[in-house]
């Protein structure tokens, strides 16, 4: 997904008084994303918006939000790098974006949140698309999950 900085402020002055926006996959035009403005990702913003401006101000560079280090748009293979650079040492587990978002989810559910809100935080279409991305949980995590959140514990 490649955001143009006047997407990205459109994006959070539409969602002011709110503390989420709403994001559509280019790529996939029917996916629309809820994305939770948490205050650690407002102040992620803030810092990226601080530090970009510094880095690249007597720099020529795309008219994108998330740029390379060489003020260039941020491209799908930059970012699956990036990721596998943080990931080297992991070992047992493809490290890409997508199993970060398989991840996410499963912790979703750890959490306690509810499958059609997962489905909902990552756009898809129908719950049976997040079913996949939770079929890796092990029963013990599902055990656990459920003892900490049993409906006879507040009886």
Known sequence: MAFKPCDVKQLLQESKGTD???VRDTAILTALCVVPITPVLQKALIKYNA???DYFTLRGTDDFYFLSNHGRQLTNSEVENIIKRYGQGI?????SPHTCRHFYAQQQVKMGTDLYTISRLLGHENIQITQTYLNSLRDEDIINNTKQRSVLLSI
């Not at 070992?91 to 490290?95: A, I, L, Y």
């Open 51 to 53: 530090c970009a401006a």
């Open 91 to 95: 070992e047992g587990v493809r490290v």
């Open 20 to 22: 989420y926006i709403h």
